[in-house]
């Protein structure tokens, strides 16, 4: 016969059925012939049941809500995750493909108005020194951008 200490710290998963079949059949065994385990089977059983009639039920539509909440939750931090990370992809692109240039082109031969990158790249790669240039409506769109990719989505509200 084991021990009561060995049969309580089982009669928990015991109650709720999760025991494997054979130590379901040992602790019933054993609550047959011991009644201070019983007495403990039975406050457990009865805390079970005021835990259920204490538990909240909720309404279809309160349930859509919670869900919906924490999809949203989900999507705004899955948002944010992919724009921070294509907004790094795009200035690594960006700085690569500017470096490619620099190799392939002799310096000598480079054509600034051919080769000079288009506003949005260098206001991605040299952002700090675009207040410098002159305004124009395309450098304040890519601009725009760039600081709607650094606050990473909080404006899409
Ligand atoms: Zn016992």
Known sequence: MKNCNDILTRLSAYHDGELPADQQ???????????????????????????????????????????????????????????????????????ASLGWLNVLIPSSSKDVTTVAPSTWEMVAVARDDATTQASNPDQDVALWMVASLNEGGNSRE
Do not use: M, N
Request: charged share 15%; net charge positive; with cysteine.
């Open 25 to 95: 059949q040992e602790i019933t065994a054993h609550l047959a012939v011991c009644s201070a385990c019983q007495q403990t089977l039975a406050d457990l059983q009865q805390t079970s049941a005021q835990l259920r009639q204490w538990s909240v039920t909720l309404s279809p539509l309160q349930q859509e809500r919670i869900v919906q909440a924490y999809q949203q939750r989900r999507w705004q931090r899955t948002l944010r995750t992919a724009l921070g990370l294509s907004a790094a992809a795009a200035v690594i692109a960006i700085i």
